[in-house]
């Protein structure tokens, strides 16, 4: 891998430059888009849950579905969603999730990476969210990262691709005055 440092003008030309480009075989693309629906059928774990003064807490939730349609056949199989909730009443309620997903099939598994999610009053806020998750098996050394919205299923709108998502950013000192 060759390591090129450079401007910000300079980098978004070098985007456009290599945008579509990639070493990819007639089988697998080097990233592919992808539509997909899950359901969530089945409570594996309720979890134990704790009634705070503010909050109702949700420990240790896994529920289990199927990928019901999917563009791609690498991304289907078994939906597994696990995590935990804190469900806030007043003022409005709100619930924010913590938690993560899985989709595995007899090639390999996507395992996506910690998340948090708010809805607000019954009804979903900043969506869609964007999930990344890493491959294993048969898709290790590839990434998806997806849109995700839940309206009664798990909607996923992403790519598929060879290689990891750009590393998390180095903090800057704040300027000083």
């Known amino acids: 891998m060759r ?18 480009a990639g070493v ?5 693309p080097a ?10 059928d089945t409570v594996v774990e309720p979890g134990t849950v704790t009634f705070g003064d503010d909050a109702i807490e949700f420990r240790g939730v896994v529920d289990t579905g199927t990928v019901i ?9 078994t939906f597994t969603w696990s995590g935990n909730r804190d469900q806030y009443s007043d003022p409005g309620g709100f619930v924010l999730w913590h938690g993560t997903m899985r989709v595995e099939n007899d090639e390999g598994a996507w395992q996506e990476e910690p998340n948090t999610w708010l809805l607000k009053s019954g009804r979903q806020l900043f969506w ?11 898709y290790d050394g590839w990434s998806v990262v997806a849109h995700v919205v839940e309206d009664g ?19 800057d000192e704040p300027p000083g005055d």
């Open 3 to 20: 390591v090129i440092s450079t401007s910000a003008a300079a980098a978004s030309v070098l985007v456009v430059a290599i945008t579509g």
């Open 24 to 28: 990819a075989t007639a089988e697998e």
């Open 31 to 40: 990233f592919a888009e992808f539509q997909a629906r899950a359901t969530v």
């Open 69 to 77: 349609e999917s563009s791609d056949p690498r991304f289907s199989g």
């Open 128 to 138: 869609p969210v964007t999930s990344v998750l890493r491959g294993e098996g048969a």
């Open 153 to 171: 299923q798990f909607v996923f709108d992403g790519v598929i691709f060879e290689g990891d998502p750009p590393p998390d950013p180095v903090a």
